[in-house]
């Protein structure tokens, strides 16, 4: 048992703009605990009598200044819980602080450098590396991810969070046992058998989050989340089991809703946040209290799920994130003075050790079997489970012979056999329950002679039970038959209906003769139906890519539309910069390959000249009749140097080589993140852009104002061949269709031609055609194609 009170540690978010000097100060001597003092100027405005208190003083184990990296956070904070984690003791990190100061970059880590990862991913690599170095034990790693938005629970691991809707999703429940231990029902527990596998948990996690901007932040988490590594272990041929859990926790900012203003949806979930802090501070303070005999657990769900880890089995650690500026000083204050409270909290954590059952089963059955091996040895004969048929038949004789005997004094002998002394009870009642039973049946024949020479009233009792069982008899054959009437006639019903239903099936198949001109006239006219329903189950299939994050096929004008939303996008070129990364160490990772490759043969090499070099030794000593020399030879001790040195490259380059690896599946990852998330705010805005444009697109009429074209049957054909082609480049360049339309490759480009030449030019400089709603179409698709290219910041 480990007794030490929760760790308490500081870290100040860095500032936007340059501050003014002396709102804080670090004291960090090595003799003495290290304190951070905010610094309250005086306010004048406040009048000559202030008595306000200008300096505010609190220790913690550890500050992290503003320039402290994600790297000194994780070896300071996270590794200590880890390594004891490994050991198989509980433990805890949670972050704790106002709004938009650093939480969840603490936790979770930034989304741009490979650098700015957290404290959980940084701890996930952490443990499955000491995991491969460790071989002497069996180890298991399970995940889960709870999120607790608006004081209910959900499972960001859950396959149905990215089609369904947050109301339709189970909820997680608190359940506990007697012992008052916590179950969650409804969250799911995923294996990760690689840290690959663990990160991917991760990223899914935190896609499905709850995020929304807020005054504060534009990125704010809504919602307390919980990511717990469960982590077993077990020595081969041991029965018994070490389990860990490694709670880390990024909670939700505290705000004051009079300073940012919030209304509506982040208004109700300011409030739940707030409140489930506010249940978490009055626990604290109750576990900060000397004889309280009761703490309020149960208040809320995030500290019934944290129980252990607040004055429980558990190393606990804290880390105050603070956002130092003159306008956040009394909320700065505030997380302190909290932090306070929380290290007077006094943690017992245990080694969570317990027996496998599945083990000690293994274990007591080997030695049940020992033990009548044993027996068998003594008395000489081996016993089985069951007692034999020989056996069976002597008991039974030799129980039938007690019971006829009419000494009182008798026994019955059938030995120490536990087995037969069973059998002899279970034999003996079942005597007494077929006596119960059939007790008139097997009553002796002088008692039937008597019960007969009684008199006429048995007789008549005898008579009346025969009468009363024929009754019986013929109404069982009346109902026997009046069944089998009915299922005949169900049958048939069912055999004529069937033959009904026949004749318009076949009607319907063969609407008109053979031969009829008719059917073949109006063949064709499946053929839009056909298409109609092709196009709709297109379009579902595009709405199920969309639901999980695939772009889907897009037209011309939407890829056009794309790629400036892409190229002027904030994110455009963080995603560059990780793509030239990515190409550096997939350049460098190929490289390694190959030099790892050429040292593998070397080494193949080497130990093949070592070995002809031994068996050139022995073939000269058997052919001149000499011992080999025991003195060492000098080119095979050269040989084996270099051999040794080609093995430390080796070494060196594959762990290089693994840890570049890594490197590359986070960058990737981190790519992908930024690819939904571009994905899915152009949807947004595409979307916007589609509905303001079908709003503000008013019709043109130019009747009165173009002389039109002669009516002749060559216009007409011109005037219907532009339309389609003005209708095809409209539909597919300007608004986003409900369902993917299917285009050649030559109407594509012709279109593409089209919306070139004429959305470029002035309204003034188009010529038009001279019909009324061929020239309203051309206008209207120049301005909504200018307005589009004026949105995108093109024109």
């Known amino acids: 048992m480990v007794k030490q009170t929760i760790q308490i540690f500081a870290r100040v978010k860095p500032t936007v703009r340059k501050q003014q000097q002396g709102i804080y100060s670090i004291d960090e001597d090595e003799k003495l605990t290290p304190s951070l003092e905010i610094i309250l100027p005086r306010d004048l405005a406040d009048g000559f009598v202030n008595n306000k208190r200008e300096s505010y003083k609190f220790k913690f184990q550890r500050i992290f200044d503003q320039d402290a990296k994600q790297e000194a956070i994780f070896e300071n904070i996270a590794k200590p819980v880890a390594e004891s984690v490994l050991a198989g003791y509980n433990g805890t990190i949670f972050a704790y602080g106002q709004t938009s100061s650093g939480k969840t970059f603490t936790i979770t880590g930034g989304a741009e450098r490979y650098s700015d990862r957290g404290i959980i991913p940084r701890t996930l690599s952490y443990i499955f590396e000491q995991l491969q170095k460790d071989s002497s034990k069996i180890y298991t790693t399970h995940i889960s991810y709870l999120e607790i938005y608006n004081e209910c629970g959900y499972d960001l691991l859950d396959p149905r969070h990215e089609a369904s809707t947050l109301e339709d999703l189970p909820k997680v429940t608190v359940l506990e046992d007697p012992d008052q231990n916590i179950h969650l ?99 604290i303070v109750a576990l900060s209290e000397k004889h309280r005999s009761h703490i309020p657990y149960r208040n809320s769900m995030m500290t019934s799920v944290l129980r252990d880890s607040l004055g429980g089995n558990c190393m606990t650690t804290m880390i105050a994130t603070l956002s130092l500026e003159k306008r956040n000083i009394d909320e700065s204050i505030s997380t302190c003075r909290f932090a306070q409270r929380v290290a007077l909290i006094r943690n017992e954590a245990v080694l969570n050790e317990e027996i496998d059952p599945r083990l000690m089963i293994l274990r007591l059955q080997k030695e049940i079997q020992e033990l009548k091996d044993e027996l068998a040895l003594v008395t000489g004969e081996q016993r089985t489970e069951a007692l034999t048929e020989a056996e069976l038949l002597q008991l ?33 009642k079942k005597l007494l329950t077929d006596k119960k039973i059939h007790g008139p049946s097997r009553a002796p024949f002088s008692e039937v002679k008597d019960q007969v020479n009684q008199g006429p009233s048995t007789e008549e009792e005898y008579k009346k039970l025969r009468e009363i069982l024929q009754q019986r008899d013929n109404e069982i054959n009346i109902l026997v038959n009046m069944l089998k009437k009915e299922k005949k006639k169900a049958q048939d019903a069912l055999h004529s209906s069937s033959m009904d239903r026949g004749e318009p099936r076949r009607s319907q198949s063969s609407p008109f003769p053979p031969g009829n001109p008719e059917g073949l006239r109006t063949l064709p006219l499946s053929a839009p139906t056909q298409a109609q329903d092709s196009s709709v189950i297109q379009y579902r299939s595009s709405l199920l890519h969309r639901k999980t994050g695939v772009r889907e096929e897009m037209s011309l004008g939407r890829q056009e539309a794309f790629e400036i939303f892409k190229r002027d996008h904030a994110d455009s070129v963080t995603i560059e910069d990780n793509k030239q990364i990515l190409k550096q160490r997939f350049s460098e990772a190929k490289a390694l390959g190959e030099s790892i490759n050429e040292a593998r043969r070397k080494i193949g090499r080497l130990k093949e000249e070592i070995t002809q070099r031994h068996v050139q030794q022995v073939a000269l000593g058997i052919s001149e009749n000499t011992t080999v020399p025991s003195a060492p030879d000098p080119m095979e001790e050269k040989l084996r140097s270099q051999l040794e040195e080609e093995k430390t490259r080796y070494k060196t380059m594959f762990m290089r080589l693994k840890a570049l690896k890594v490197e590359i599946e986070h960058l990737q990852l981190l790519m992908d993140k930024a690819k939904v998330k571009l994905q899915k705010e152009f949807d947004a805005w595409w979307a916007e852009e589609a509905t303001s444009l079908q709003v503000n697109s008013p019709p043109v009429n130019l009747f009165n104002h173009v002389k039109p074209f002669p009516q002749t049957p060559e216009s007409q054909h011109k005037r219907s061949q532009l339309l389609s082609n003005q209708s095809d480049v409209y539909t597919r360049k300007i608004l986003p269709s409900p369902g993917p339309l299917l285009h050649s490759q030559e109407q594509s480009s012709t279109g593409t031609r089209l919306e070139d030449s004429i959305a470029k030019r002035p309204v003034s400089s188009v010529p038009l055609t001279g019909d009324s709603q061929t020239d309203s179409d051309i206008l209207a698709f120049i301005k909504a194609r200018q307005s589009i290219l004026q949105r995108t910041g093109c024109q």
């Open 185 to 283: 029902k409804n969250l799911s527990l995923h294996q990760a058998t690689t840290e690959e596998e663990a990160l991917n948990l991760l990223f899914l996690g935190d896609t499905n989050r709850m995020i929304a901007e807020t005054p504060m932040n534009q990125a704010s988490t809504r919602s307390h989340c919980i990511f717990t590594i469960h982590l077993s272990s077990k020595e081969p041929g041991s029965a018994t089991v070490r389990r860990a859990k490694l709670h880390l926790v990024d909670l939700a900012g505290s705000e004051r809703v009079a300073k940012t203003g919030v209304g509506g949806q982040l208004l109700t979930e300011a409030k739940y946040i707030n409140l489930s802090l506010h249940y978490l501070e009055q626990v």
């Open 396 to 428: 039974e004789k030799l129980i039938t012979s007690f019971l006829e005997d009419q000494d009182p004094e008798s026994k019955l002998e059938v030995g120490a056999d536990m087995r037969k002394i069973h059998h002899c009870f279970h034999y003996l």
